[in-house]
């Protein structure tokens, strides 16, 4: 698991970069490849922006959000990225149930 995080305007701490890292990490349960995880943390006036790039094997996950508190930010953009990860897991499911339908059956008389 290789998680890189990227401070832009705003001075890094131990405890924002322990929290993202964190967070990050517990998606890989998620996931079956190894994780490797891009997160950029900005802080502009009052508001901080949280975005996220997470690759596993060939499957590639992004998401942007932003408000008043960094932390909150962080916890938002981790369940939007749980939320790709799952339709993606729950489509991949649904076309595994098509393509059996697909097969015709063949009755023999």
Sequence with gaps: MNIAITFRQMEATDAVKGYAHDKVSKLQKFLRHPLKGQV???????????????????????????????????????????????????????QERVSDKLIPDVDED
């Design 40 to 94: 950029t943390l900005a802080c502009q006036k009052t508001l901080h922006f949280v975005e996220v790039d997470v690759h596993s094997g060939a499957e590639h996950y992004h998401a942007k959000e932003e408000s008043e508190d960094m932390y909150a930010s962080i916890d938002k953009v981790i369940d939007k990225i749980e939320a790709q990860i799952r339709g993606a897991h729950s489509k991949k499911k649904g």
